[in-house]
């Protein structure tokens, strides 16, 4: 399957990705930035072979300025370093860059970016792929599929296999690692945390059969 994903606006010239967190940093594309601590950035290698995209920063990664620092993050590390990953391979990042939330009382509620949001943000993930240009892409979630397919597609229709990007490289959609946060059975959190590992191993095999 080959999805092609059109470009309402004419992308910015922005050539490294220095210049892409100066210039996501400005970003007033939607709303989400009128209540955001900070946008966050993506992080990791220049050129990594593997990007992961999740949703979007939670309550500490927009006050760290820094993608998956929370309990979602300490997952992801974990399930990546038992996929035997190489953490230095691995650029993570989110399909939208600003924390959208709910105050209720002093905390503050994770609210699910709507159509528009990730569709206005996708410009940002597009530009990250362009520069670091990864092999394979993990869509972690159902935001990230939606932001990276163009359309909502069903997380359990396409899990586990490789779909082309029009742009390039390949992308694999998964569960988001925050998913495992909310089992309360531990029998089922294991298994599910299994299949998590088994979807980032076929990662980690389809880069060495590609060595
Ligand atoms: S969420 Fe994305 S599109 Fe919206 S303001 Fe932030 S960086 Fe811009």
């Known amino acids: 399957m080959l999805l092609v994903r059109d470009m309402a606006d004419e992308r910015p010239d922005i050539q490294s990705l220095k210049a892409l967190r100066e210039a996501e940093a400005g970003c007033t594309r939607c709303p989400l930035y009128k209540n955001a601590t900070q946008v966050v950035p993506g992080e990791g290698p220049a050129h990594a072979r593997i990007m992961m995209v999740g949703e979007q920063p939670g309550d500490q990664e927009d006050l760290a300025g820094k993608p ?6 300490r997952v992801l590390d974990r399930a990546i370093a ?3 990953i190489d953490r230095k391979l691995v650029f993570v990042t989110n399909a939208v860059k ?7 009382g002093k905390r ?7 159509a528009h ?4 943000c996708h410009w940002w993930l597009d530009i990250e792929k362009t520069l670091v240009k990864p092999e394979i892409v993990v869509a972690l979630g159902a935001t990230a599929v939606r932001s990276i397919a163009g359309k909502p597609l069903a997380v359990g229709k396409i899990r586990g296999r490789f779909i082309a990007m029009a742009t390039g490289g390949r992308f694999l959609a998964t569960i988001h690692p925050s998913y495992l946060l909310r089992i309360q059975d531990e029998a089922d959190k294991h298994k599910q945390y299994r299949m998590f590992v088994d979807d980032l191993v076929r990662c980690r095999e389809a880069l060495e059969h590609a060595a």
């Open 98 to 104: 600003h924390f959208k939330f709910e105050p209720r």
């Open 108 to 114: 503050r509620l994770h609210k699910r970016p709507n």
């Open 117 to 120: 949001e990730i569709d206005r």
């Open 68 to 73: 998956f620092v929370g309990p979602a993050g």
């Open 82 to 84: 038992d996929a035997g």
